[in-house]
């Protein structure tokens, strides 16, 4: 019985070895399956189109009505490193036009993350589903005219123009003009286009007359025009004016301001006359949200817009003849926030993503434009984005689960399907992936915080050490699945991975993120201006410490960008608390930063600003580092600057401070080639394991 006995424990043990050596997974693995991006819709609303990246290859896909039976229709082969964007339908359906590769930073080079010693460029491509990809020329944001002969784009800041078909013609710069153009956007008849002109410290909205060829810029002024829309009959434009902050400290809170306005202008006469003004105080700041129009003009000539007049990015309905904020109708009343916005093909109705009653995640509804009473259109445990309103009622969208990675889906009647389900590899390790538990705790200063926690698989040690994740932006917010955007994506794999592997990890959405409103967005003293967020900090480590299942002398952090800021402030001020970090192209020093943005003709200003932007940066507390910490980042950085990582490593080698990099040379921000995630991830892993011990 002693030996029968033995023998069923043994087996008992065997199996629970077996089933944890099954679920567990490489980072290779985790990051395989495809990422989605740029969903946008035919002109006749039967068809989508959408940005497939599989491990760095980037490919077009496509679905049309009735079957929406995916179809790629670009054969790139590379990880390489050149984003695809700016998908534009031709009218006939039947070729795409896009944009390949990244714009050049302040020297005027293009990014080159291979190295590759020819160099490499942004161009405009064509391709079809019987239509081999061409290039059509350097430059980026096409639009096809309604007509389908010409297609503009921007290059230099300049307007471009060639013939789509029909013609061997070279490119040709239309408009030679001060500012550099942006937003190119067709009447419906194609008889003009409008633009945004950025002339510094001021905006215009240009419009181009083609059979006259002539340029008028309407109703100019000192302040920034901005998100152009055209009505539907062509002969008026509305926009955004946003009053012009010339001087004005740019790195902290913006909770009031001179207030924004929607105007419209007569396109023959170029006079324009303002219909809405934002009230002074709370929602005076103008807020957009993640959709390419700002503005929309529906069908019976309602203007609908984001408004945070309640402290929570709504849409709002603005019907013509009323000028009294008083008038206006609340589309999506309650304390969410709206995303992602899209019209009808119609232009009667409107769909969005919000965080309506799933404060942590994104979910579909739809509402009309003369209506307040929003009708839900999808629930769960998953994250949907991006929609897109195809004819017949249906929607075009992208989604995740905590298991499974963003995908394309059309969404019919309540039926959800996955338009390209092939594309997820055979080994991506679904089954072994966590579901992140939503949990909340207290700042230091009683601040209620949300995060998510992933929990190591069961067995194993009965304490594990600890990780707290830093999401950058910092107006960003992690959700308890996977991730609508690549860079965050990519690191709720990695947490996955972590969690594997034995970690405790915690995600936290601290101050001075989105998805909670805007106080919290526009958090007091956040960043620059006092570093608020590290009561964050502390709040997360405490309240680690308290968990049974934490060993608390094996607590490390890491992030990317601003959470490289909150990684390297959680080190030099509480080295005692956090015995390692890993910290991606972080800020150390917000002055390096901020300088050209402090108020520049108030010098006492200037040097107080200065000053409090120092003593907010870890750089200040360099003294009291002690925690080793890997630095990863490329030298084309074009959104935190290379001397960040170059001073701090001086600094830590003067004050003795362990430290490891992984520089990658000609790579930006926002690594472009998935191989340099791969490599960022490894050397994560091994260095936390080498302090840690998972």
Do not use: C
Request: net charge negative.
């Amino acid at each position: 019985m002693a030996i029968r006995k033995s023998l069923a424990v043994g087996m008992a043990l065997l199996a629970t070895f077996s089933a944890l050596a099954a679920s567990t997974f490489t980072i290779e693995q985790v990051l395989s399956a495809p990422f989605p991006d740029d969903l946008v819709r035919s002109p006749k609303g039967d068809a989508v189109a959408w940005v497939q990246n599989a491990a760095g290859v980037r490919n077009i896909w496509i679905a049309r009505a009735p079957a929406f039976n995916a179809k790629q229709i670009t054969r790139f082969t590379a990880d390489d490193g050149q984003e695809i964007s700016g998908l534009a339908w031709d009218p006939d359906e039947s070729r795409l036009v896009f944009t390949r590769g990244n714009g050049p930073n302040a020297r005027g080079e293009y990014p080159n993350p291979r190295s590759d010693p020819e160099g490499k460029k942004q161009e405009v491509w064509s391709a079809g589903e019987s239509i081999e990809p061409a290039k059509l020329g350097e430059g980026h944001s096409p639009a096809v005219s309604p007509d389908g002969s010409t297609v503009l784009w921007i290059f230099s800041g300049q307007v471009w123009s060639r013939p789509l078909t029909g013609s061997v013609a070279k490119p040709a710069q239309l408009i030679h003009a001060r500012g550099a153009a942006s937003g190119l956007l067709w009447s419906p008849t194609g008889a003009r286009f409008a633009f945004v002109s950025n002339r510094g410290d001021h905006g215009f909205i240009g419009v181009y007359d083609v059979r006259e060829k002539s340029l008028r810029y309407v109703d100019p002024s000192v302040d920034f025009d901005q998100a152009p829309v055209w009505s539907p009959d062509g002969r008026e434009i509305a926009y955004i004016r946003t009053p012009g902050n010339s001087g004005e400290f740019q790195f902290g809170p913006k909770r009031t301001g001179l207030p924004w306005s929607i105007r419209k202008a007569d396109v023959h006469s170029g006079r324009g006359r303002e219909v809405w003004r934002a009230r002074e105080g709370r929602g005076s700041v103008f807020r957009e949200t993640a959709s390419e129009s700002q503005l929309l003009w529906m069908k019976e000539g309602q203007l609908v817009f984001p408004w945070e007049r309640d402290g929570w990015l709504h849409l709002y309905s603005l019907t013509p003849g009323n000028k009294s904020d008083t008038a206006l109708l609340t589309l999506t009343p309650g304390d969410f926030e709206v995303e992602n916005v899209t019209a009808a093909p119609d232009r009667s109705s409107l769909v969005f993503s919000s965080n309506q009653d799933d404060i942590d995640r994104r979910h579909l509804w739809a509402v009309t434009a003369g209506s307040g009473a929003p009708r839900r259109l999808t629930t769960g445990n998953g994250v949907e984005w991006s929609p897109v309103a195809l004819t017949g009622g249906r929607i075009a969208l992208l989604h995740s689960d905590a298991k499974m990675p963003g995908r394309a889906a059309l969404f019919e009647g309540s039926t959800l399907r996955d338009l390209a389900p092939e594309t997820i590899p055979r080994d991506f390790p679904e089954a072994g992936l966590v579901e992140p538990q939503e949990v909340t705790f207290a700042a230091t200063d009683g601040l209620r915080i949300h995060a998510q926690l992933f929990l190591p698989p069961a067995g194993g040690a009965a304490k594990h050490p600890a990780i707290v994740f830093f999401h950058g932006g910092p107006q960003r917010q992690m959700v308890p699945a996977w991730h609508y955007m690549l860079y965050y994506n990519l690191a709720y794999g990695f947490n996955q991975y972590l969690a594997n592997r034995g970690y405790v990890v915690l995600a936290i959405n601290y101050r001075s993120g989105i998805g909670y409103g805007s106080d919290f967005r526009e958090a007091l003293n956040f960043g620059a201006t006092g570093a608020s967020e590290f009561n964050d900090v502390m709040g997360a480590a405490t309240w680690l410490r308290g968990r049974p299942d934490v060993d608390a002398a094996r607590i490390g952090v890491w992030g990317g960008s601003y959470g490289g800021y909150l990684t390297a402030l959680a080190l030099a001020r509480a080295s005692d608390t956090f015995a390692v970090g890993v910290d991606l192209h972080g800020v150390h020093d917000w002055n390096l930063e901020v300088t050209n943005t402090a108020p520049a003709r108030d010098r006492e200003k200037r040097q107080a600003a200065e000053k409090l932007a120092f003593e907010s940066s870890p750089m200040a507390s360099i003294g009291t580092w002690k925690s080793p910490v890997l630095l990863i980042q490329g030298d084309d950085d074009r959104t935190v600057v290379f001397a960040q990582t170059v001073q701090l490593a001086q600094a830590l080698r003067k004050q003795g401070v362990p430290f490891e990099q992984l520089i990658f040379p000609d790579e930006v921000h926002d690594f472009l080639v998935h191989a340099d995630w791969l490599a960022a991830y490894h050397a994560a892993d091994v260095f936390l394991a080498k302090y840690l011990r998972p």
